[in-house]
């Protein structure tokens, strides 16, 4: 299993407004060797930081995702209606689960 996580770096405030939209039902989470995708946020004085984790079975199940016409469609999202982004920035970080436990 691997975990693909979008780290967005967003102006105060706008995190918890945008994470719902990260686990909204999507087309995404109908592809072959999707498992789930959790969003995580936190505070910084400055800014905001939600890392969208997505659970994947292999990187080619995502890439296949990434390179889709679904993924595009997704993307093709409008901005927002007074032309001000709140994203400051944002990266890919590609994990590959090494270990793992749960309490049953």
Not at 8 to 27: H, N, Q, V, Y
Not at 49 to 74: G, I, P
Request: proline residues 7%.
């Amino acid at each position: 299993m691997i975990i693909v996580t979008n780290r967005i770096k967003l102006k105060p405030g706008f995190a918890e407004k945008m994470a719902p939209r990260f686990t909204a039902p999507s087309p995404m989470h109908q592809l072959e060797g999707f498992h789930k995708v959790e969003v995580l946020v936190s505070e910084h004085d400055e800014y905001e930081v939600m890392d969208v984790n997505m659970y994947w079975e292999s990187y080619e199940h995502f890439e296949a995702w990434r390179n889709s016409d679904l993924f595009k469609q997704a993307h093709a999202q409008q901005g927002p209606p007074n032309g001000e982004s709140p994203i400051l920035g944002s990266e890919i970080i590609k994990y590959k689960v090494a270990a793992t436990t749960a309490i049953q």
